[in-house]
């Protein structure tokens, strides 16, 4: 049982359906799928305990997010009822769908403002691309469910782990390398420090210090072509290439911090970004897919944070951080923070954060 779930009491089959909403027929529907396996009584009466409530939510959950039984069978089978993470994937899905409904909301309000006199087709398709993005999150959450689970580490031949070394570029132009180092294989992006990488099953690793794994791709011949990181609900695919190209990518990130220029144009963007989280209204085109999901959750919180601060006042360049994040020192009317962006290869932002302004700013 979950450390955290305490003063277990047994439910009947009936006192589960009417505490839960859900019928007697529906139960028996899920202990038939494997989802639920409640006690027995000498007279074998079904009784439902606080695990067997948790494992009901995480179903109910899941639901929502349009998979099926089959589905959610396989994804928790062998898995002990976790409270944290159904709390945790429940709290991030309704975070994120309430963003996205103050966002919807803002929209429609300006159709139908609009309505009397026509839409425009640029209306209706960002009608259409507001109502996708709702689907597009409900994926998201899943996906972040099932890399929460628990992993078990595998042990395999420790001369694979060279088939795995090598450079490897992602589609927004971030690159990555992979290398052994005594009998451990490490992976890294490009400004980010290295992850030891436990395997799971042939081709299949995980991370201990976060929750995401990497599977790695091998052509008809059986040579590792590429990976794909699944983390934070995204499944990022990155090609191999040519040996160098990471370091080559390296020695260019610290030439940028040496010479300490900023992203061209990245004063004027992060001077959009500001205004338009303020409105509460972003252009999700202008951020990689991990990116904008990340703003979406976030919105509401940043944008009650950037009300309290009140107009921009002035935006100073402070240098390139040693990640390649651009630094600014951004004073409000009622305040100061520090923003810090990143651009990806096409020019869209891969990389942003605000935070208090150092203490040494005055």
């Known amino acids: 049982m979950d450390k955290k779930i ?8 009936a006192e589960c359906a009417a505490r839960t909403g859900l019928s007697v027929k529906t139960l028996r529907v899920y202990e038939a799928q494997g989802l639920i396996t ?17 494992r009901l939510n995480e179903v109910m959950i899941l ?7 089959s589905k959610i069978s396989e994804l928790l089978s062998g898995q002990p009822a976790n409270l944290e993470r159904l709390l945790e994937i429940q ?7 309430s963003a996205q409904i103050e966002t919807s909301l803002r929209l429609i309000g300006q ?13 209706l398709l960002s009608l259409a691309k507001e109502t996708h993005m709702h689907e597009a999150t409900d994926d998201i959450a899943w996906r972040r469910y099932e890399q929460a689970r628990p992993r078990t580490q595998v042990e395999i ?13 992602f589609e927004d132009g971030l690159t990555g390398k992979v290398r052994t180092d005594a009998g451990k294989l490490l992976g890294g992006l490009l400004g980010q420090p290295e992850f030891e990488l436990f395997a799971e099953a042939p081709d299949k690793f995980f991370l201990k210090i976060t929750p995401a794994q990497v599977t790695f791709d091998r052509d008809e011949t059986g040579l590792v072509q590429g990976l794909i990181l699944h983390q934070e609900g995204f499944e990022l695919k990155a090609n191999r290439c040519e040996p160098g190209t990471y370091q080559k990518a390296e020695d260019a990130l610290q030439d940028r911090v040496k010479a300490n220029e900023p992203y061209p144009g990245s004063a004027d963007q992060l001077r959009t970004v500001i205004a338009e ?12 897919p991990q990116l904008a999901s990340v703003i979406r959750e976030q919105l509401q919180m940043v944008e009650q944070e950037l009300e309290r601060l009140g107009p921009l006042k002035s935006l100073d360049f402070r240098g390139v951080g040693a990640g390649g994040y651009d630094l600014y020192t951004v004073d409000f009317e009622n305040g100061r923070l520090e923003w810090g962006l990143s651009k990806a290869a096409d020019g869209r932002l891969n990389g942003l954060f605000m935070r208090p302004a150092p203490c040494d700013i005055v």
């Open 157 to 169: 031949d420790p001369k694979s782990l060279t088939d795995y070394v090598g450079d490897y570029r």
């Open 111 to 123: 159709l139908q403002l609009k309505a009397k006199n026509g839409l425009s087709m640029e209306d």
């Open 6 to 13: 305490q003063n277990d009491v047994l439910l009947t089959a």
């Open 277 to 288: 989280c303020a409105a509460g209204t972003v252009n999700h085109d202008d951020y990689t």
């Open 63 to 69: 639901k929502q997010l349009g998979l099926s039984l």
């Open 38 to 54: 409640p006690k027995r009584t000498d007279k074998n009466w079904r009784l439902y305990g606080t695990n067997e409530i948790v």
């Open 91 to 97: 709290a991030t899905t309704l975070r994120t769908r």
